[in-house]
């Protein structure tokens, strides 16, 4: 077995991980990739707020007819006026919150950050986003039908409860990306 | 530490389950978070002679009164969930996440006033930051500023949450101290491979 020149990772059975140097190094990773986490997601802020209320209106209307598209599948009469969907079920404005374009900035945040080349990153970052929109989706529906049948728990619901499942699938989307990659470069080095 | 798919789903899945009753005790100690916040932020408030203060609004929002320019009243309104969510997230990410269960629960109580004062500490930088920049929702640094308060909450839990399980998801040996307990020749690697120390990471 050839030990590969770069390790692409830090959760991986690193080559060698045991050694003083390799532990340097792989404590400098795990500084180096916070760093890069926050200045990515700060810039990806910076990005979305250069892009103003017009990209915003965009988003929120976009996931609107998603959403409405969403819940025509599964039987509800929906259409979306704008940023506002009704449906049978219920009337929801989509707001900023609830597109998921902070999930998403954090999860690509994340794969950035992640000590790798860049082929995995683009093919992580394009199906974590996939997977990101779904998510969505099936939290706007979801509460869609939470505020239809029970009103009173509709804003713990969407304040607490899918907010933190969906940092949640993030993370576990993340970390499933990260040992996936590290699979398939164990499979090629050995 | 090997960490395989099976792990991973085991932490997923944990994760989610642990998240119910994180969240039910984040609702029910909300309120003196944002009394113990109000309270002390209203202190540095005082001390440094700034046209803010913070109350708590009937619907549970918090309610920053500050002075414009033109000496006219301004009323901004935070939902306390988007500041204070990462201490219902980070309860159930290290509850799930792989190590004995006395260790988790020391993390978790450790962690929830650490976090606290962080929250404090991010929204007095903002609400400072949003100040300087007069509050013009129409200026992209305010808008910046805005949107990093909007997801700190999360972006907190995840980052503490990284830095408390870190060794959790390294590889077997890589948080040992350098030099010390050095596996045999033919000892087992650590690393999980099966393998002898002499063929694997030691070769």
């Known amino acids: ?190 | 530490m090997r960490l395989d798919l099976r792990r991973v789903c085991v932490f997923g899945l944990s994760a989610v389950a642990f998240l119910p009753l994180s969240a039910f005790c984040y609702a029910l100690l909300l309120p003196y978070y944002e009394q113990l916040l109000t309270a002390l932020a209203n202190v540095i408030f005082e001390s440094a002679s700034s046209p803010l203060s913070i109350t708590i609004g009937t619907d549970g929002h918090l309610v920053v009164s500050r002075v414009s320019e033109t000496g006219a009243g301004v009323q901004e309104s935070y939902d306390p969930n988007v500041l204070f969510l990462n201490l219902a997230i980070l309860p159930a990410l290290l509850l799930a996440s792989p190590g004995k269960l006395v260790h988790r629960m020391r993390a978790v109580v450790l962690s929830v006033p650490a976090l606290l004062a962080l929250n404090l500490l991010l929204f007095l930088v903002l609400l400072r930051t949003r100040l300087c920049l007069s509050g013009d929702p129409d200026q992209s640094l305010c808008v910046w500023a805005w949107g990093i308060l909007m997801t700190s909450g999360q972006v907190t839990a995840v980052l503490a949450w990284a830095l408390l399980s870190r060794h959790a998801f390294l590889p077997a040996g890589s948080n040992r101290r350098v030099g010390a307990g050095e596996p045999g020749r033919n000892d087992p690697c650590p690393c999980g491979s099966a393998r002898k120390y002499k063929h694997c990471c030691g070769g």
Not at chain 1, 106 to 125: D, L, T
Not at chain 1, 160 to 178: E, G, P
Request: proline share 4%.
């Open chain 1, 1 to 190: 077995m050839r030990l590969p020149r770069r390790s692409p990772g830090l959760i991986q059975n690193m080559p060698g991980s045991s050694r003083p140097a390799s532990l340097k190094i792989l404590r400098g990773r795990i500084w180096g990739s916070w760093l890069i986490f926050i200045g990515a997601f700060l810039t990806m802020h910076a990005l979305l707020a250069w892009a103003g209320q017009p990209g915003w209106e965009a988003l929120n209307e976009w996931t609107a007819r998603l959403t409405a598209v969403s819940l025509n599948l599964l039987g509800a009469e929906a259409h979306a006026e704008g940023k506002i969907v009704r449906s049978s079920l219920v009337t929801i404005e989509i707001i900023r919150g609830c597109t998921g374009i902070h999930q998403i900035m954090m999860y690509v945040s994340a794969v950035i950050a992640y000590p790798c080349r860049w082929r995995p990153k683009f093919i992580g970052i394009g199906l974590g986003i996939v997977a990101l929109l779904l998510v969505t989706q099936v939290r706007v529906v979801s509460l869609c039908y939470v505020g239809s049948f029970f009103p009173a728990h509709f804003e713990f619901a969407h304040m607490v409860l899918w907010q933190s499942l969906a940092v949640i699938i993030t993370v576990f989307l993340w970390i499933l990306w990260a040992i996936t990659m590290t699979r398939d470069h164990e499979t090629r080095s050995s």
